[in-house]
């Protein structure tokens, strides 16, 4: 996904849910958060994204210009509606949102380690080749990516083992153990 792309996407969830805020938690949020992203975390085709005022207006989003509507056959990339419960963030992550204007709309993203937390929270495959990646790069640091999944609801995952799942990664990045 290129930038251009992701504000073609906000341009086209505005006019469709008549909203000029919106919240991005997925992996292409990046795009927002860096100026010249790894080219490794840009091959999602998808901005995962909610309206910040009216999260329920997302299934309009996802409706019109979600996967498999006329706008993804057309574009290849499209928006994915989601809600504030669809990424695992740290309790207070919005007092680290990044907010950045693509013309008249506002778009509010979890800082980089934020994102990442998410992530690993989520530990898929795909998690975390975008994990190592961000290691690798050293666009995230280690302890302050553990010390955010420590703020992660206890209650909802098992802090220990999404730990162990992040210093897997971070030790693969560092190609400990590699061949």
């Not at 086209?12 to 919240?23: D, H, K, L, Q, W």
């Amino acid at each position: 996904m290129q930038r251009s792309e992701l504000a073609h996407v906000l341009r086209a969830s505005s006019a469709i849910a008549n909203e000029t805020s919106f919240v991005l938690v997925g992996s292409q949020a990046i795009l927002l958060l860096l100026d010249d992203p790894p080219a490794l975390l840009l091959r999602s085709t998808e901005i995962d994204l909610y309206p910040a005022l009216h999260p329920e207006k997302s299934d309009l989003i996802d409706g019109a210009i979600g996967a498999l509507s006329t706008f993804h056959d057309t574009f290849g990339y499209h928006a994915d509606g989601v809600g504030p419960e669809s990424a695992s963030l740290p309790k207070d992550w919005m007092d680290r949102a990044v907010l950045t204007y693509v013309g008249e709309v506002t778009a509010i993203c979890p800082d980089i380690h934020d994102l990442a937390t998410s992530k690993c929270a989520a530990g898929r495959p795909k998690d975390a080749d975008y994990v190592r990646t961000l290691l690798q790069h050293q666009l995230v640091k280690l302890d302050v990516l553990v010390a955010r999944i420590g703020l992660l609801d206890a209650a909802k995952h098992d802090l220990a083992h999404i730990i162990q799942w992040t210093q897997r990664r971070a030790q693969e990045a560092a190609g400990v153990g590699q061949p």
